[in-house]
C-alpha cells in the first residue's frame, strides 16, 4: 500500500474542552483552526484534517502528527514552548530503532495522547530555524481501539491497507505503510508513554488508499466497519 495516507481524522471529545482545544492548537501551536457547526473544532495539519467532535463524558484518543525527519530537534523544542512534554520537561525521547523513527509525546486539553514523529527519509526539505506548524506533513498515525485486532486486521487488509508491522494476535498491530498508519489496540492495553488503559471511543477516518478513499470507524463497543478500498 505505497499511496496510504490519512487525509481526515475525526474524534469524539469532550464537550467542555473545545474552547481550550481551539486556544491549543490554534494560538498556542500555530495551526489554522476554525470552529465546526456543532460546536468542535477543526484543526488543518499539513494536508490532513483533525477534526474534535464535542461528546458526552471524556473521550481520549491516541494520534501522531508527522514531522519532516531532518527538523525532529526543531520541532521538538517547539513543542517543548507550547506545553509540557511527557516525562516532565523537554521529555524523553522515544528511538523506534525498527522504523528509524523519533518521537516524543503530550497531552492536549482534551486528555488526547499526542506524538509527535519522524521517520528517517520522510520528508527531508532542508529547512533551518525555529520550527513552525505549518512544517507539520500530516497525521501519522490514528490509534484505533478495537475489541478483535485480528478481525479489523483482516477487514483491513480485504480493503487493501495491509498490517505492516505488529502482531495483531497479541492486541497490537500497525495498517498502512510506514508514517502513514493506523493503529490497532486491543483495549487490554495502555497508550504509550503512559498507563491509560486504550479505551474504546468513536473514530472515523478518511483515508487514500489504492487510488480510492477508505473510510474506517471504530466505535465506543470495540467494533470496526470499513468502506471503500479495494473490494
Given at each position: 500500500?505505497?499511496d496510504?495516507?490519512?487525509?481526515?481524522?475525526?474524534?469524539?471529545?469532550?464537550?467542555?474542552?473545545?474552547?481550550?482545544?481551539?486556544?491549543?492548537?490554534?494560538a498556542?501551536?500555530?495551526?489554522?483552526?476554525?470552529?465546526?457547526?456543532?460546536?468542535?473544532?477543526?484543526?488543518?495539519?499539513?494536508?490532513?484534517?483533525?477534526v474534535?467532535?464535542?461528546?458526552a463524558?471524556?473521550?481520549?484518543?491516541?494520534?501522531a502528527?508527522?514531522?519532516?525527519?531532518?527538523?525532529f530537534?526543531?520541532?521538538?523544542?517547539?513543542?517543548?514552548?507550547?506545553?509540557?512534554?511527557?516525562?516532565?520537561?523537554?521529555?524523553?525521547?522515544?528511538?523506534?530503532?525498527?522504523?528509524?523513527?523519533?518521537?516524543?509525546?503530550?497531552?492536549?486539553?482534551?486528555?488526547?495522547i499526542?506524538?509527535?514523529?519522524s521517520?528517517?527519509?520522510?520528508?527531508?526539505?532542508?529547512?533551518?530555524?525555529?520550527?513552525?506548524?505549518?512544517?507539520?506533513?500530516?497525521?501519522?498515525?490514528?490509534?484505533?481501539v478495537v475489541?478483535?485486532?485480528?478481525?479489523?486486521?483482516?477487514?483491513?487488509?480485504?480493503?487493501?491497507?495491509?498490517?505492516?508491522?505488529?502482531?495483531?494476535?497479541?492486541?497490537?498491530?500497525?495498517?498502512?505503510?510506514?508514517g502513514?498508519?493506523?493503529?490497532?489496540?486491543?483495549?487490554?492495553?495502555n497508550?504509550?508513554?503512559?498507563?491509560?488503559?486504550?479505551t474504546?471511543?468513536?473514530?472515523?477516518?478518511?483515508?487514500?488508499?489504492?487510488?480510492?478513499?477508505?473510510?474506517?470507524?471504530?466505535?465506543?463497543?470495540g467494533?470496526?466497519?470499513?468502506?471503500?478500498?479495494?473490494?
Amino acid at each position: 500500500m505505497d499511496d496510504f495516507e490519512i487525509e481526515t481524522l475525526a474524534l469524539e471529545t469532550s464537550a467542555s474542552a473545545a474552547p481550550e482545544l481551539m486556544e491549543f492548537y490554534g494560538a498556542r501551536l500555530g495551526l489554522e483552526t476554525v470552529s465546526s457547526a456543532d460546536g468542535g473544532v477543526e484543526v488543518a495539519v499539513g494536508g490532513a484534517k483533525l477534526v474534535l467532535h464535542p461528546s458526552a463524558g471524556d473521550p481520549f484518543h491516541h494520534f501522531a502528527l508527522l514531522v519532516p525527519a531532518d527538523r525532529f530537534e526543531a520541532a521538538r523544542a517547539w513543542i517543548t514552548g507550547a506545553t509540557e512534554l511527557l516525562g516532565g520537561g523537554r521529555g524523553p525521547v522515544f528511538e523506534f530503532a525498527a522504523w528509524s523513527a523519533r518521537a516524543v509525546y503530550f497531552t492536549d486539553p482534551a486528555g488526547n495522547i499526542v506524538e509527535l514523529i519522524s521517520h528517517r527519509g520522510v520528508g527531508e526539505p532542508g529547512a533551518g530555524g525555529p520550527f513552525s506548524g505549518d512544517e507539520l506533513l500530516g497525521i501519522s498515525e490514528a490509534g484505533l481501539v478495537v475489541a478483535e485486532p485480528a478481525a479489523a486486521a483482516r477487514l483491513l487488509g480485504v480493503a487493501g491497507v495491509p498490517v505492516w508491522d505488529g502482531d495483531p494476535g497479541a492486541g497490537i498491530a500497525f495498517a498502512g505503510r510506514k508514517g502513514h498508519t493506523l493503529v490497532l489496540s486491543s483495549p487490554e492495553r495502555n497508550w504509550m508513554p503512559t498507563k491509560r488503559r486504550a479505551t474504546p471511543f468513536r473514530t472515523e477516518v478518511t483515508a487514500r488508499a489504492g487510488g480510492g478513499r477508505i473510510v474506517v470507524v471504530g466505535d465506543r463497543e470495540g467494533r470496526l466497519e470499513v468502506a471503500g478500498g479495494r473490494g
